[in-house]
């Protein structure tokens, strides 16, 4: 990897980036793991679109105040607080775990800006991919495995998804229907009432104030629904403000 590419921005969580290679990593396997160590401080992870229904469940979704919104499964308060991992990076039982979180080490990177081909890549900081004994082979030969064929179908349906998100929250930002958003908490027995913003969200006052157009063509295109469980899943902010009470 030239020192250009070392030094382009990453996405989240990702160190390097280097592309899978037949000849270079003929003896790599990849291994599998219940614990994402690398999630233990992230506080807010990419969600897509078709994973509202499952999400909302167990966390808030929110947008981030970006200049290009995109949402995010909300994880903790706090920077640097993640209340539904352990120490090491192990997840609750049945807690339900973003794509994003799933797809690392591997990912679809355009290799020439100029181009439109992606390429499966992998971080090599991670140890989910070595030439270790355990795991599966990601090569028989020259030939991609069967595991290295099902890693780039997940991470191509994650690409789309990845599309249909940022098609949702275009439409989100052509109907101004994206509020800087504010959550007050407060228990009983809180001397002070704890705010927090920093994100974006789609408010009921917004919403109720769209024309009937604009909402038809909202249902039409599956966007209300998915604003609905955006809006729902909000209501788990105070069991998340109370995990991270009490782990104080």
Not at 16 to 40: F, I
Not at 139 to 163: H, T, V
Request: glycine content about 6%; proline content about 5%.
């Amino acid at each position: 990897m030239s020192k250009k590419q070392e030094n382009q921005a990453l996405p989240l969580f990702y160190k390097q980036l280097v592309p899978l290679n037949s000849n270079v990593h003929a003896a790599s396997r990849a291994r599998t793991t219940d614990k994402a160590s690398w999630l233990v401080k992230q506080h807010a992870v990419p969600l897509m679109t078709d994973e509202f229904a499952k999400a909302q469940r167990s966390y808030p979704i929110i947008f981030s105040a970006s200049e290009k919104p995109f949402p995010l499964a909300l994880m903790g308060l706090n920077e640097g607080v993640n209340v539904f991992l352990d120490a090491e990076g192990g997840f609750e039982p049945s807690l339900y775990i973003p794509a994003y979180v799933r797809r690392y080490p591997f990912l679809l990177a355009r290799l020439d800006p100029k181009g439109d081909d992606l390429s499966l890549c992998f971080d090599p900081t991670s140890d989910l991919v070595g030439t270790f004994d355990e795991g599966d082979a990601l090569f028989s030969g020259e030939e991609p495995s069967d595991r290295c064929k099902s890693i780039l179908n997940f991470c191509e349906q994650f690409e789309i998804a990845s599309q249909q998100t940022t098609a949702f929250v275009e439409m989100l930002e052509k109907h101004d229907l994206l509020s800087d958003g504010e959550f007050t908490v407060k228990r009983d027995g809180d001397g002070q009432a704890s705010v927090y913003r920093g994100f974006k969200m789609v408010t009921e006052a917004k919403l109720k104030a769209v024309s009937p157009q604009i909402l038809a063509e909202l249902n039409e295109s599956g966007a209300l629904g998915l604003i609905h469980l955006h809006q729902a899943s909000l209501g788990l902010i105070t069991e998340i403000y109370a995990r991270q009470t009490k782990a104080a």
